[in-house]
């Protein structure tokens, strides 16, 4: 059974830096591994993905301020985030895509605001 884990969002202050982890668990492989957010009243959109040959692509909003990565030996993803804003503000979600089926976690929060 595949189970995606979130941690490290909580509240920070405009221009702070949060990371975030995805611990995954029952996925042999994954084609591509990413990062979504869905803040409220608005649709789940993609802020940052990087597949099995290490290529990364970044919502224009984040670029420069974000980084992903993954360790696959732990079976860990990761999102650096820098220079965070008030819009930033979402829940946050780890995404695996395998041959098979997509899996999401659960999420976890993230605020922006002073």
């Known amino acids: 059974q595949v189970q995606l884990v979130e941690s490290g969002g909580g509240l920070v202050q405009p221009g702070g830096s949060l990371r975030l982890s995805c611990a995954a668990s029952?996925?042999?492989?994954?084609?591509?591994v990413g990062w979504y957010r869905q803040a409220p009243g608005k649709e789940r959109e993609l802020v940052a993905r990087i597949t099995s040959d290490s290529r990364t692509n970044y919502a224009d909003s984040v670029k420069g301020r974000f980084t992903i990565s993954r360790d696959n030996a732990k079976k860990m993803v990761f999102l650096q985030m820098n220079s965070l804003k008030p819009e930033d503000t979402a829940v946050y979600y780890c995404?695996?895509?395998?041959?098979?089926?997509?899996?999401w976690g659960q999420g976890t929060g993230v605020t922006v605001s002073l």
């Open positions: 029952g996925v042999i492989f994954s084609i591509a």
């Open positions: 995404n695996y895509v395998t041959p098979l089926s997509t899996y």
